[in-house]
């Protein structure tokens, strides 16, 4: 049924095993890293992806992107690193890719300290106080010479691809491309074909250097949402008729990565179509694109309507690695689908290794050893007690359960998934009850593994039930008094009846209107919620300490999305004030840095502070450690929000590691490997 996504691929002078292709993702590992971050690439090898790439690389200390970690380089001293991952992706029969860039404009050169270059004098993309020159025809030339010589260094350490990177505006060759960014006079600005003159040069010197060997793929952004100041569609496709059949392979997306890498909360499935679909009509090369593919059948879907050649990924390779072997092997069921989160994008944008809701093994390859499909049989005939079906509890009965052990799940509500249930019947986040389906479906597989629905148990219960171990994954609520962040203590007249949490909105509560939305969270279940009031045609003022609304979903790249979508359902927004009392009247709210007060009038108050861990039953069985022998019970242990509250993601890698680590050898006081720096 699904043959024809098995079918090798020839990308010039190389030959990829099947059409699976894992476009470049950024990790926080990259040259900082690279035991791990090879780690992490042969895992995707190992689970059947044909091709494997690095994250953009950098090819001169003047487009260096410090504080961000990426892939380097700059001379032959950074060629082990990367050779490191060639034979780790090589020893599993895959292409090794590596994406060549020098990031212009968009560089920050912190460490570096170069005077960055742009085609013409310009600020800094990101806000440093600082500007790019314009670059001179010696510059150019030079620019040439840096990307011919790190295409070189890349075919010696192995890699079988050489990118030209022309996409998110992230690279000096898609910044030639753009009339908001090339000003120039000269043969390299103005038109459009002298615009392209310098991508054509660096494909045609990074044919001439390694195209014996390595085949020479483009990525290209099709669109850049910017009107005539950016590439737009049309403009795109003249460059597309200019460039043909130049590459061995466009890779094509959409700019900037905010644009490209949609959460499901905001695109679905294959959103990318309408922008790449004309690709294959202009040239005879094989072209990879992606849209967060997870169905076979979708995947067949545009390969057999002309679509693609290719079916490109980064999250759903993350997700899961081994999605290509599980749809090969026929088992489509078992693949992790992405949930679109966009928790692995927040790895790189905070400079951390990466991590996934969904694959909580992500990034600890090497780290913690940890693999996607595999974990170490049971060492002892310990019957383990869970307490909660949550996303904690789930993982860690799943985990257990593919271990061999023998667990008893209790859930004390009809339906199993806690938070991810609730939550994931809010507007556009249906997509996230595939953290709970999975797991379900896993468990729902293991004879050894039994589920108790609606079973609320009390410490006498625990104690009666004969479990060698304990683990309460109980959950979480939302505070109602407004501590938080913002607040040390209680937040005055937050104990009246017209104030809800997010609880009692997920479980079907609905206030009157108008509605002050306090949010001291930050993250998105702020805005979400807005969307549920304005649904119910309820005004919405929304209020929060921060200077803007939702920042840290910046990490997760929803920012922009849900600042036009909150503007679109005309929700007011307050910002830089915290909430200071509430009374019959309405709410008052202080300025967070001068104190000046305001009135707002309002009928309810929605408070999105913190959460209280639900740990009442792990509290009791603390309280009473004295009849643990008595019943058995040899450890009793609070994971995920019943422990300390934090994302879906949290949860999960809780659940996870107390699987891999129970009945294992004492754990070091660095549970982890380190890179650390030679000694002296």
Not at 1 to 11: A, G, K, T
Request: aromatic residues 8%; negative net charge; contains cysteine.
């Amino acid at each position: 049924m699904y043959s024809l996504l098995f079918e090798p691929v020839r990308i010039g002078p190389v030959v990829a095993r099947n059409r699976f292709y894992q476009v470049p993702h950024c990790n926080g590992m990259g040259h900082a890293m690279p035991e791990a971050h090879a780690a992490m690439r042969e895992m995707k090898a190992e689970g059947g992806w044909a091709v494997v790439s690095t994250e953009e690389c950098e090819i001169h200390p003047s487009g260096d992107v410090s504080p961000y970690v990426e892939a380097r380089l700059w001379d032959d001293r950074d060629i082990p690193a990367l050779a490191l991952m060639c034979d780790k992706v090589h020893a599993h029969g895959a292409l090794a890719a590596v994406e060549l860039v020098h990031n212009g404009p968009t560089s920050s050169n912190l460490y570096s300290r170069e005077v960055a270059l742009a085609p013409s004098h310009q600020p800094l993309k990101y806000g440093y106080p600082h500007q790019a020159r314009a670059m001179t025809l010696h510059d150019i030339r030079e620019y040439r010479r840096w990307h011919r010589e790190a295409a070189l260094r890349a075919k010696r350490a192995g890699f079988d691809i050489v990118y030209v990177y022309a996409a998110h505006d992230l690279s000096l060759a898609m910044h030639f491309l753009q009339s908001r960014r090339n000003q120039r006079m000269d043969d390299y600005g103005g038109s459009l074909e002298n615009r392209v003159r310098l991508l054509r040069e660096l494909l045609e010197d990074t044919k001439d250097a390694v195209g014996d060997r390595c085949a020479v793929a483009l990525r290209f952004a099709t669109e850049e949402f910017q009107g005539s100041a950016g590439v737009t569609q049309k403009e795109a496709q003249e460059i597309v008729h200019l460039l043909a059949d130049l590459p061995d392979l466009w890779d094509v997306n959409i700019a900037a990565w905010y644009m490209d890498s949609q959460t499901s909360r905001f695109a679905r499935e294959g959103y990318q179509e309408s922008f790449t679909s004309w690709v294959k009509q202009i040239t005879s090369k094989p072209v990879v694109g992606v849209g967060r593919f997870t169905s076979p059948d979708t995947m067949v879907s545009q390969i057999r309507r002309g679509v693609l050649d290719m079916i490109g990924a980064a999250r759903p390779s993350i997700a899961d690695p081994f999605l290509p072997k599980k749809i090969q092997e026929g088992r489509a069921d078992d693949i992790r689908e992405c949930i679109g989160c966009n928790i692995c994008i927040s790895g790189d944008m905070t400079i951390t290794p990466i991590r996934c809701t969904q694959n909580p093994t992500m990034g600890e390859e090497w780290r913690k050893g940890w693999h996607p499909e595999r974990i170490a049989a049971r060492r002892s005939d310990q019957r383990i007690l869970i307490v909660g079906g949550g996303p904690a509890g789930l993982e860690a009965a799943r985990a257990l359960g593919q271990r061999g052990y023998e667990i008893h799940l209790a859930e004390a509500k009809r339906d199993l998934g806690g938070r991810v249930t609730l939550e994931a019947k809010l507007p556009g986040l249906a997509e996230w009850a595939r953290v709970r389906d999975w797991r379900v479906s896993q468990l729902n597989r293991m004879s050894n593994v039994s589920i108790y629905h609606e079973n609320s148990l009390t410490a006498e219960d625990v104690l009666g039930f004969d479990a060698q171990r304990v683990v309460l994954a109980t959950g979480s609520c939302w505070r109602r008094d407004g501590y938080g962040r913002s607040n040390g203590a209680a937040i005055p007249g937050l104990d009246a009846a017209t104030v809800f949490t997010p609880d009692d909105l997920m479980r079907g509560a609905m206030p009157e209107g108008p509605v002050l939305l306090f949010d001291d969270d930050y993250f998105y279940i702020g805005s979400v919620l807005a969307e549920v009031l304005r649904a119910a045609q309820r005004e919405v003022i929304y209020v929060t300490p921060d200077d803007t609304i939702a920042s840290w979903s910046t990490y997760t790249h929803e920012f922009r999305h849900i600042q036009r979508r909150l503007r679109e359902l005309d929700v007011r927004l307050v910002t830089s004030h915290n909430l200071a009392l509430v009374d019959r009247e309405g709410a008052t709210l202080a300025c967070v840095y001068t104190g000046r007060e305001q009135r707002i009038a309002c009928a309810s108050v929605l408070t999105i502070t913190a959460r209280l861990p639900d740990d009442a039953l792990y509290q009791s069985l603390l309280s009473r450690q004295s009849q643990w022998a008595d019943a058995g019970i040899e450890g009793v242990t609070a994971i995920g929000d019943c422990l300390a509250p934090g994302l879906i993601a949290h949860a999960v890698y809780a659940g996870h590691r107390y699987a891999q680590e129970f009945d294992g050898p004492a754990i070091e006081d660095v549970p982890f490997r380190r890179r650390l720096p030679l000694s002296s």
